[in-house]
T-cell receptor
Framework: GQQVMQIPQYQHVQEGEDFTTYCNSSTTLSNIQWYKQRPGGHPVFLIQLVKSGEVKKQKRLTFQFGEAKKNSSLHITATQTTDVGTYFCAGYNFNKFYFGSGTKLNVKP | EAGVAQSPRYKIIEKRQSVAFWCNPISGHATLYWYQQILGQGPKLLIQFQNNGVVDDSQLPKDRFSAERLKGVDSTLKIQPAKLEDSAVYLC????????????FGPGTRLTVT
């Protein structure tokens, strides 16, 4: 069945360092969304990618969707303590969302 | 606009008891999702409604879980009887329609089964 894998599971960085999380799907996706979940909170939407090879930026965050629409990445430049949380990708196919297992980011000040 | 409302926020029950969760989506959102999020994992879709019809419930353990969305607005998820492995956060999310667009999540109900 459809699977969405996400790596790494955890990432500890020093404030100011960069961070990247990767998402891979077993099948081609219609689109992919990224969410951030703060400790004790609920997932909050960050962005949606639809087109093959699409790249979108939000301030220090850069999101990419692979050419084959099977993988995606989120890159944070110069992390800040406010970036702490778990980042999830959610692949969309056949009218269903498939969430990755998330990457938990810890930022040391 | 008001967000997705869920209640209760926390629930502790013993195994074999029953429990019900309630969700009120954002007004006008046709699509409603129930997710189960076990600690340290991503949300797992249990059931998806489009208005008051079920779109997908392939991962809903139907021998113990049931859900309804009467009148296509708020929704209830029930577990009867609960098992220890049902301990998780149950998230409700809504979306304007099934097409493109973000999911808005509620605060969730944290269920502990002892």
């Amino acid at each position: 069945g459809q699977q969405v894998m996400q790596i790494p599971q955890y990432q500890h960085v020093q404030e100011g360092e960069d961070f990247t999380t990767y998402c891979n799907s077993s099948t081609t996706l219609s689109n992919i969304q990224w969410y951030k979940q703060r400790p004790g909170g609920h997932p909050v939407f960050l962005i949606q990618l639809v087109k093959s090879g699409e790249v979108k930026k939000q301030k220090r965050l850069t999101f990419q969707f692979g050419e084959a629409k099977k993988n995606s990445s989120l890159h944070i430049t110069a992390t800040q303590t406010t970036d702490v949380g778990t980042y999830f990708c959610a692949g969309y196919n056949f009218n269903k969302f498939y969430f990755g297992s998330g990457t938990k980011l810890n930022v040391k000040p | 606009e008001a967000g997705v409302a869920q209640s209760p926020r926390y629930k502790i029950i013993e195994k074999r008891q029953s429990v019900a969760f309630w969700c009120n989506p954002i007004s006008g959102h046709a699509t409603l999702y129930w997710y189960q999020q076990i600690l340290g994992q991503g949300p797992k879709l249990l059931i998806q409604f489009q208005n008051n019809g079920v779109v997908d419930d392939s991962q809903l353990p139907k021998d113990r879980f049931s859900a309804e969305r009467l009148k296509g607005v708020d929704s209830t998820l029930k577990i009867q009887p609960a098992k220890l492995e049902d301990s998780a956060v149950y998230l409700c999310a809504s979306r304007r329609d099934r097409g493109l667009g973000e999911q808005y999540f509620g605060p969730g109900t944290r269920l502990t089964v002892t």
